[in-house]
Structure formats: structure tokens, C-alpha cells
């Protein structure tokens, strides 16, 4: 009697299970390996922030400032939000209108988000303030300090990366910076006069989203 020929091709429906399974792999394996690849062959560019992140971060100040009303302020009170802080004199020129606008248009472009974020605007001499610009920025907390005080907790050499941020600077007038929920000063932006406004939403934009509170 004749054996039964054996055929040594694999049956089509193993095959086709096979090219399933290495397409799964595939399909699961090469985002790891691209994550791979970015992080450790061709790392991304850590100083695409705008603003210069700074290290040591400052804590802002504890003192009990008075708003141009003559009311009690202090920074303590906007712990658990974003803040932008500006420097100004009581003539506030066309570059510091436009910074406070920047910052005005910003948080509203967060949407529902706005509410994470405060605006405070030291104002360093005794000067009044123009009514146009009040009412045109009714929601900013506009208080009295003196230079000298700020400048103990507004740094302007932090940066860590690289050369970034320790070029001159000007002074605390020249740039916004940012507190974050915990009290902390940890961003400075780019001289007023140069401030690019999408670049500087975007910034703030990352900060709102990567963070869990505020």
C-alpha cells in the first residue's frame, strides 16, 4: 500500500496567522522604538520653551503689599494659580501697554482655562495710573512696590540651559515673568520690547496642560 504523500508547504490559514501576529508586533513595537530613537539617537531640543526657565526658582515674596487702592496685598493669596507678573512706573508707555495686552489676550485664549491664570502688575512709584488703562485692564491686580523690594525675588541671571537667559537682561521692568501654584518663580520672558506674542501664548499654553494643579 502506498503511503499518503506529505506535503512540506505550511497550510495558507497558518501562514495568514502568522503575518497577523508579526503585523500586531509591529504595529505595537514601533512607537516604543521611535520614542527610543528621539529620546536617545536624536534627542529633541529641551530649550524649545520661549521663556528661559529658571533655576533656582524663587519663592515669591511673603510681604504684605498695598493695591493702588491702598487695600492689603500679598502673593500668598494667588498660591494655586499661574501668575504673570509685570514691573511698570505709573507711565506706562506704549511697550508696557502692548506687554499688558499680550498678557490680557493670552489668558483669554485659554477659554474656559482663564480662571488658572493671574496678572499682577507691580507699579513702582506713586504716580497715578491713567483711567483708560485701569478700565482697559479691569481684572489685573495693580499694586505699589518699590523696586528694590522686587528685585529680591524677580531674578534676572537664572537659566539652565545653556547660555540662555544669563546674557544681559536689562532689568526687572524689561520682562514678564511666571509664578507657578506653589509660589514659585520659575520663568522669566524675553525683553518686552521683542516679545512675540504666539510664542509667548504657546508657552503659557504648555504650562496650563502639562500641569495638575493650578
Known sequence: MNAMPTSSN???S???GRRTIIL???TCALPIVAAFYLYFVNKPDVTNNYGTILDPQMPVSATVFKNI?????SMQSLKGKWVLIQVISSQCDQVCQNTLFFQRQARA??????SRIERVVFVTDSGPLETQLLRAFPNVHFIRAAEADLNNWLP???GIVGTKGVEAVGSIRDHVFMADPLGHVMMRFPPNAQLEFDKFRKDISRLLWASNIG
Open 10 to 12: 505550511t497550510p495558507s
Open 14 to 16: 497558518t501562514r495568514s
Open 24 to 26: 500586531v508586533f509591529l
Open 69 to 73: 487702592n491702598g487695600d492689603d496685598f
Open 109 to 114: 485664549s485659554k477659554g474656559k482655562d482663564q
Open 156 to 158: 534676572l541671571s537664572q
